[in-house]
């Protein structure tokens, strides 16, 4: 659902000067404050959730509790382009930087992309046209027998057929 351009006009006033837009392999938006009732409302509008920011204050006369709200992915995209041109050119920079990173690394890290990933798209292949039991696969790839049984069920490796 996207909200209307005067919900969309407001949002854009609060973020430029309370949010922040990033990209940390996904992009997204972000907005920390003392005042709950304001946070609720860029949520709702946003369509994200609020949660009680569990950092500590960062000095001792700031004693306020804060509180955060978000939307990431898809979603995050989606609103950055509708707030752009409501946006002025500091925010600009920051939307386009982020939506830049987005688009270097699109879609779900999957398989050899995944940065834990310990076999490659060959060795799968390898693992599905074995004869070998899972244990022996397991000891040849460094990785649990169940895992073996899993990318020979195709429950792992999915993209991969």
Not at 39 to 57: F, I, K, T, Y
Not at 65 to 88: C, E, N, Q
Not at 89 to 98: A, F, N, V, Y
Request: aromatic share 8%; glycine share 8%; charged share 25%.
């Amino acid at each position: 659902m996207r909200p209307n351009k005067i919900a969309l006009r407001e949002l854009a006033k609060l973020l430029e000067g309370e949010g922040y837009f990033f990209c940390r392999g996904t992009p997204g938006i972000a907005l920390t404050m003392t005042d709950q009732d304001v946070v609720s409302w860029a949520a709702q509008v946003m369509g994200g959730n609020v949660h009680h920011d569990n950092r500590p204050p960062t000095s001792k006369t700031h004693k306020k509790v804060s509180w955060r709200t978000g939307v990431y992915g898809d979603r995050a995209i989606d609103l950055m382009l509708a707030l752009y041109p409501y946006m002025f050119s500091r925010r600009r920079s920051q939307i386009d930087l982020s939506l830049k990173l987005a688009s270097q690394r699109p879609g779900r890290a999957m398989g050899e992309r995944h940065g834990r990933s310990k076999l490659t798209a060959r060795d799968v292949r390898a693992i599905r046209d074995s004869k070998d039991t899972p244990t022996k696969l397991g000891l040849k790839y460094g990785i649990s027998y169940r895992q073996i049984r899993y990318i020979i069920l195709h429950y792992n490796w999915k993209h991969l057929n």
